[in-house]
């Protein structure tokens, strides 16, 4: 029998950082894993923090902007923990918008008057003329990071406190409410907590019992698979912002290991939980970058793959207390934000588990809420 103040299933981006933001608080915790931590969508991520991405759903932004503002002192932290430092690796997107950039929720991280005349010589140079003279292109103040540097460096942080226990090989096999907490079985070991916390991602339980009266709203958290690469910045290719359109985007890694590399993404495909890559879909990507950035034309393919995308009908994240299940709680469905928003949805969660008021309105993620299916290629639209 083991005892923590709150147990977390799932070991990935959103697990760890949850845990190592109860702990900061002073909770004991412990997080049990299926497999091995960060294995599936933390690390096949481009780690765009990009709060304003008109793809997302306007009922994110309040959420959105909380995390962005917490990663300084996010990074921070972990480092202090960990000594593995998580350097942004760019400080600028170019964002293309399908409509005028005026009608979205202000205010806009715009760049300076110099920073923005800077990057645009730049851009002539980087840019095929017609992406280059799209007025629906737009620079904004949006930084990315590299998560196969954010993994290790928060792996350690969580392995190095004495109040975290991290349990591998540990699937959650069942939950039975106790009238004071939380009895939760693994194939080794039972363990009691105050709460329960399901960071499964993709592999979530579903937030409320399946309506067979209803089969779109089944299950409630799916898989979305993306198909991605990453290519060799060709030499002499000043490559050092984030692009983004409404298709694709690209993201240069300028520091660490990966230095040199530019990651190209994503497909969105409902097929459940498939990570096969195929050469077609990869070609696909890379003649899109091309056609923004030319000189990606002759850029060597390093590598590819496929992670999967925890998503609800709605796209929009399960965050906080199960509408039937007593001290249970849900963290997932973050669908394509999950590197986003991982310091909002700690900081959130465990003001709810520590029973202190949300900073932010949480109603639209609530477990309980409507659901209103969205397409995924008009997931936008639900603004």
């Not at 709150?6 to 933001?21: D, V």
Request: glycine fraction near 4%.
């Amino acid at each position: 029998m083991l005892h923590a103040d709150i147990c977390i299933a799932g070991a990935g981006i959103i697990g760890l950082s949850l845990a190592l933001e109860l702990e900061r608080r002073g909770a004991s915790v412990l997080v049990a894993e299926a497999t091995t931590p960060l294995r599936q969508a933390s690390t096949a991520a481009a780690g765009m923090l990009a709060a304003e991405d008109p793809e997302n759903p306007l009922q994110l932004l309040p959420l959105s902007r909380l995390s962005r503002d917490l990663y300084p002192g996010f990074l921070a932290y972990i480092e202090a923990r960990s000594g593995l430092a998580v350097p942004f690796q760019t400080n600028i997107t170019l964002q293309r918008y399908d409509e005028p950039h005026t009608t979205l929720q202000p205010p806009l991280p715009l760049l300076d008057e110099a920073t923005r005349s800077l990057t645009q010589q730049k851009l002539q140079r980087l840019l095929a003329p017609s992406a280059s003279n799209d007025d629906r292109f737009h620079l904004l103040a949006e930084h990315s990071i590299d998560p196969r540097q954010l993994a290790p460096a928060l792996l350690r942080a969580v392995q190095q406190s004495p109040r975290i226990q991290l349990l591998e090989n540990a699937p959650v096999q069942s939950t039975e409410s106790l009238p004071s907490g939380v009895r939760i079985t693994t194939p080794n070991a039972i363990i009691e907590a105050r709460s329960f916390v399901d960071c499964t991602g993709a592999w979530a339980n579903t937030c409320t019992q399946p309506d067979p009266t209803s089969p779109s709203s089944n299950p409630l958290i799916v898989p979305i698979k993306g198909q991605m690469l990453a290519l060799s910045i060709p030499d002499g290719v000043e490559l050092d912002l984030t692009i983004r359109t409404p298709p694709l985007y690209i993201v240069p890694r300028l520091y660490g290991p990966a230095a040199g590399r530019v990651i190209i993404g994503a497909t969105v495909e409902d097929v459940g939980f498939d990570k096969i890559v195929h050469k077609a879909d990869i070609a696909a990507l890379h003649q899109q970058a091309a056609s923004l950035i030319p000189a990606l034309a002759r850029a060597e393919v390093l590598e590819s793959w496929a992670g999967l995308r925890p998503s609800s009908p709605d796209r929009l994240p399960f965050l906080g207390p199960h509408p039937t299940r007593p001290h249970h709680f849900l963290a997932t469905g973050h669908y394509r934000n999950g590197i986003l928003l991982a310091p909002a949805t700690a900081h959130v969660l465990a003001d709810l588990l520590l029973n202190q008021s949300p900073t932010v309105d949480l109603s639209a993620f609530s477990c309980n809420r409507t659901l209103t299916p969205v397409p995924l290629a008009t997931a936008r639209l639900t603004h």
